[in-house]
């Protein structure tokens, strides 16, 4: 077990607040990570569906990041563009990169 920690939140966005997501999303990234922020990636998918995936070292660091003043941010980039969000979370069992990545 690594320990660490895959959140998961979704929604579908309205098409005409697409480009609004994304935006926020690059200047969300832009500025510092929360500690303990490994990884995060915005996903579209198929009938306006996003993701953002953010992979975390350990809960500790997510339980931090929730506890802080302004929450979590991902649910507040989908609701700030009118969607509704889903969280869902995954404790990673195995973890591998490719070679050369």
Known sequence: MTGQ???EVSAVVPTERE????????ELVAHPLP???IRTELLSG????????TLWRDRAALE????APDGPAAPRLFR????????A??????????PGE
């Open 46 to 53: 198929q009938d306006g569906r996003w993701r953002i995936q």
């Open 35 to 37: 500690e303990g922020l």
């Open 89 to 98: 979370l995954f404790d990673v069992k195995v973890h591998h990169i490719a």
């Open 80 to 87: 700030e563009v009118g969607a509704d969000p889903e969280l």
């Open 64 to 67: 931090t990041m929730r506890a």
């Open 5 to 7: 920690i895959l959140t």
């Open 19 to 26: 480009a609004d997501l994304v935006a926020a999303y690059r």
